[in-house]
């Protein structure tokens, strides 16, 4: 079984809204509605879990009810970081699903994610273990010397982006997790499961993405989100 975990315990402070930016309305509907939308028109994702706030439960069950997010399964509650909402919502599913299963973890506002990227990270994951959406870099990269200035290039061949969605198998998932809590180091490192993976010594996988699979963190973000919506609208209307 594929399993989505869609991560809504954000608070959206740099879009500068006065509500979670994954329940804010572009063109009239919840960003975390898109994101739903696309895990459950996938064919390989069998149930959906939404870790979000405490506060707004009744919020995800209500947009589940209105879009028909019929393979919403279950919803639970998040932490202060990303990397304390992901162990929450991979040890929820402790007794509902099996230790060979992948769950397919996601931002709830990364709405524009595409069926090709999803199948392929599910695809990597059933030959390796895990995936890691990923792309690489075009623009020339440095190193900060401090907040303005640099003088350590990067060579941008040897760097890849890691994006959305990271896809794992469920068992070893769960044994990184209890593995970091018992050696004390969870609450060292920078909060993503990838670097978690990658402070147990772990391999990550690549899998495709590309340049429109953003997590919406400002208000330009909204406004690229919008004009794709349009774009879409405009390309079904010449069809």
């Not at 990923?134 to 401090?146: H, M, V």
């Not at 061949?157 to 044994?175: A, H, R, V």
Request: with cysteine; charged share 25%.
């Amino acid at each position: 079984m594929n399993i989505a975990i869609i991560l809504a315990g954000g608070t959206g402070n740099r879009v500068g809204a006065d509500i979670p930016k994954q329940f804010i309305k572009v063109m009239g509907k919840p960003i975390l509605a898109y994101t739903l939308e696309i895990f459950q028109n996938n064919d390989k994702i069998n149930a959906i879990e939404v870790v979000c706030h405490k506060d707004w439960v009744e919020e995800v069950t209500c947009i589940a009810a209105i879009y028909g997010i019929s393979k919403l399964k279950w919803t639970t509650v998040g932490g202060s970081t990303f990397q304390e909402s992901t162990m929450n919502g991979v040890f929820h599913l402790k007794d509902k699903i099996n230790f060979n299963d992948i769950v397919v973890i996601s931002f709830g506002v990364s709405p524009m994610t595409t069926q090709d990227v999803i199948d392929d990270s599910i695809k990597v994951c059933e030959e390796h273990g895990n995936a890691i959406s990923s792309e690489d870099i075009n623009l020339c990269t440095c190193i900060k010397d401090d907040e303005y200035s640099t003088t350590k290039n990067l060579i941008r061949e040897t760097i890849k982006g890691f994006s959305n969605p990271w896809t794992f198998k469920y068992g070893e998932l769960c044994e990184a997790y209890e593995t970091a809590i018992k050696q004390g180091i969870i609450d060292t490192l920078e909060p993503h499961t990838t670097s978690l993976y990658m402070a147990l010594g772990k391999r990550l996988w690549f899998s495709k993405s590309n340049s429109m699979n953003i997590k919406i963190t400002t208000r330009e973000d909204l406004d690229i989100f919008e004009g794709y919506l349009l774009l879409q609208e405009k390309r079904k209307g010449q069809q």
